[in-house]
């Protein structure tokens, strides 16, 4: 017989760098979930993927255990990892934040592409571009 969930938490933290503070604790808490548990479980885990927020979305079931699954990181900070910047405009319909060109979203839209709603690899680079234009980058071919 399936257990029963009583709540989906989603988070995005710092691979390999869950603790129990905030917002871990408190989300996790709410639920009556091992905090501790979780953190090591999620360490554990990530600990590969080095300093990268790593979005997770935990299933809490009646009995206070849980299950979770990792995503790939957000599309924002891919793109900023690949480009080296720091940030996106701060008016992105004004101000340009720099270029991406087809090759560098490719690469993201094939690391996103099982978390992306998106048939094939183009779809998935149209997504990434959006993305990108959203942070005040210009795509070029």
């Not at 709540?7 to 905030?22: C, D, E, H, R, S």
């Not at 340009?96 to 680079?125: C, F, P, T, W, Y």
């Not at 149209?126 to 070029?140: C, F, N, P, Y």
């Amino acid at each position: 017989m399936a257990k029963k969930v009583i709540g989906m938490i989603k988070l995005q933290l710092p691979a390999g760098q869950g603790n129990p503070a905030p917002p871990v604790g408190p989300a996790l808490g709410q639920h009556g979930v091992n905090i501790m548990e979780f953190c090591k479980a999620y360490n554990e885990r990530t600990k590969e993927k080095g300093g990268q927020i790593i979005p997770v979305e935990i299933t809490v079931f009646a009995d206070r255990s849980f299950k979770f699954i990792t995503k790939t990181p957000p599309a924002s900070d891919l793109i900023k990892k690949e480009l080296k910047i720091d940030k996106g405009s701060t008016d992105p319909s004004h101000i340009v934040a720099g270029k991406i060109n087809r090759e560098s979203l490719k690469k993201i839209a094939e690391v996103k592409m099982q978390d992306l709603n998106a048939i094939d690899i183009e779809g998935a680079m149209k997504i990434i571009a959006g993305t990108a234009r959203s942070m005040g980058l210009e795509v070029v071919e």
